[in-house]
């Protein structure tokens, strides 16, 4: 593999900075990559012609010495991002042939400093699903193999494009979005570091709603201080976005201290479930262990409404989406199928343009709302998540992070789980909890499982203390050492 | 709680959603599982629990009273699937 396509962002903005290469030939780089590897369908389209403007427009800043921050740093935008100019779908049929006319707020602060758009990245279906099977423009395979079985693995989702495209060296980092997991969860998949911020960190404007009171948009990047170069530049308040908030944004990179001594780390026992391989216990046991050598306090804490997080999110988020998604009648923008009346209309454009999962949650969106259910279910789930928040409130009063691994499982092949929903929503157990509270959480990559996959252990930290997240975040990623490479890189 | 035809009929037709006659008792099992679920969070007692209305603690900011948007009506019809003199084109609703 080229030497290039191998750096971290910091080294890739360290070696423009030197001019040991040009933005041009990194994003040259990365385009050949993406063009060798586009069996993995990472990218749903890719931006060749902006990626080489935009490097000339950073190569030709660099000489005249007005550099800006990510300058010349090419990068996967996930394709739930509104990008102007540059069709954008969300994953779904419904949105065929739609290119916004505007740009979202966070994207726009990326190339407000510099970065490069290589192109969008392919996700789950309007970002439901947990393995990238729900895309309307097929699955994405996990760069990695179980040793010994060649069967394509999915990535994780939503995020699977962008953190098949990180661990494949197909950008030098992306953006994803996580309502219930969909950055952390695919991270820890394939083997690379994933930021949720805490909910009101980074704007939502222009990003494809799901569920408007758990969205959030995080960097997904191979280390954990990559991920801080990213956040500094999204993060901030948006007057477009009424729930992001007026908060100083700090240079996160600088909370990178590896210093955790006396930082007191919360083991969450609740998180000990059931049918959890032995060896994600023992790695999170591990990671508890190098925050202790590394001059932390363990302390075992009480999450005692954890098992019903999982129900509350699958309440919450589908109402909010059959909200949010109402807007696809094809009428305004997207694909429609014509019927003899307006409504009949709207009932093909939808039947025929959502995928399954998508009909199925929005389905469940609906009954949940409807009337004589609401207060039995969605008024409950209300309730339940007070309670999830208040756990984590009272958590936060003895302890200054959390620390649970990512996910109950590694990366599984492509069409399993498939038939069964609920099955398939365990995935998320760990991540959930976080989004239901707003609080920021990391997935670092801290070892490989018997059959050489990546796992991920999560930090999960109060609201918009994403500098402590990452701080410990950072250790963790130091004492882990991981520099193991996906199966496609590892045999060049 | 087993979501039947009838019902499931009914929400499809709520949330505008074609779904062919021969698939409504399959999805309408795929729907009672899942409500099945959730609905163990009926053991929970939240008698006195307020429900959770905001991620995140703050105020709500005010911006001046002002348009900061607008007069770009040909962007916005750009991606319609029909348009007609400057209007977004739909089936007759009124008879």
Same mark, same amino acid.
Do not use: L
């Given at each position: 593999m080229s030497d290039l396509i191998g750096l971290t962002l910091a080294d890739s903005l360290e070696g423009l900075a030197r001019g040991d290469f040009s933005a041009r030939e990194l994003a040259e780089a990365h385009l050949s990559a993406m063009e060798t590897h586009r069996r993995l369908n990472a990218y749903t389209a890719e931006t060749p012609d902006r990626a080489l403007a935009g490097a000339d427009a950073s190569d030709a800043r660099r000489r005249s010495g007005d550099t800006l921050p990510l300058d010349g740093v090419p990068l996967g935008i996930k394709d739930l991002f509104c990008t102007e100019g540059v069709a954008s779908t969300a994953g779904s049929r419904i949105l065929e042939g739609f290119v916004p006319p505007y740009e979202s707020t966070v994207t726009a602060k990326l190339w407000r400093d510099g970065a490069v758009l290589l192109g969008k990245t392919n996700m789950d279906e309007f970002a439901m699903? /947990? /393995?990238?099977?729900?895309s309307a423009y097929g699955p994405v395979e996990n760069p990695w193999r179980r040793r010994g079985d060649n069967r394509p693995l999915v990535p994780g989702g939503s995020s699977g494009g962008s953190a098949a495209a990180v661990a494949a060296r197909l950008c030098a980092g992306a953006l994803g979005t996580d309502t219930g997991g969909s950055i952390r969860q695919p991270a820890a998949f394939c083997g690379i570091v994933g930021l949720k911020p805490t909910y009101g960190r980074c704007s939502r404007w222009g990003i494809v709603a799901f569920a408007s009171s758990l969205d959030q948009a995080g960097p997904m990047a191979r280390t954990v201080r990559d991920c801080a170069i990213l956040l500094r530049s999204i993060a901030g308040h948006d007057p477009k976005d009424s729930t992001s908030v007026d908060r100083p944004v700090p240079d996160y990179a600088a909370a990178l201290t590896g210093d955790v001594r006396g930082l007191k780390i919360g083991i969450p026992k609740q998180y000990r479930v059931d049918g959890m391989p032995t060896e994600i216990d023992a790695l999170w046991q591990r990671g508890a262990d190098w925050l202790k050598q590394a001059g932390a306090e363990i302390r075992e804490i009480d999450l005692p409404h954890t098992h019903y997080a999982l129900p509350t999110y699958y309440i919450v988020a589908p109402a909010e989406a059959s909200s949010n998604l109402a807007r696809y009648d094809g009428v305004r923008y997207g694909r429609r199928v014509e019927g003899e009346s307006t409504q009949r209309m709207y009932e093909k454009t939808r039947g025929e343009g959502f995928g399954e999962e998508v009909r199925r949650r929005v389905l469940i969106g609906t009954y949940v709302l409807s009337a004589g259910y609401y207060d039995a279910y969605y008024l409950k789930a209300q309730k339940v998540r007070t309670l999830i928040a208040d756990d984590f409130r009272k958590a936060f009063e003895e302890v200054d992070a959390v620390l649970t691994p990512t996910a109950p499982n590694s990366a599984f092949p492509q069409g399993e789980r498939m038939d069964d929903p609920v099955r398939m929503y365990l995935n998320d157990v760990f991540t959930v909890p976080a989004n239901l509270a707003g609080l920021p959480g990391i997935s670092v990559p801290a070892g490989l499982s018997e059959d050489g996959l990546p796992l991920g252990l999560q930090v999960v930290g109060r609201p918009f203390d994403e500098e402590t997240v990452l701080r410990v975040g950072g250790v963790v990623e130091a004492a882990a050492g991981f520099d193991a490479l996906p199966t496609l890189l590892a045999g060049n | 709680m087993s979501l039947d035809k009838t019902t499931v009929r009914k929400i499809a037709t709520l949330a505008r959603i074609e779904v062919p006659e021969d698939q409504l008792d399959g999805l309408g099992t795929e729907l009672s599982a899942i409500i099945d679920w959730v609905e163990q969070l009926g053991a929970l007692d939240t008698d006195g629990v307020e429900p959770m209305t905001s991620a995140v603690e703050t105020t709500l900011f005010r911006r001046t009273d002002a348009v900061t948007d607008g007069n770009c009506r040909d962007r916005i019809l750009a991606n319609a699937p029909e348009t007609a003199e400057g209007f977004f084109v739909v089936p007759k609703v009124i008879e």
């Open positions: 699903g /947990s /393995s990238n099977m729900t | -």
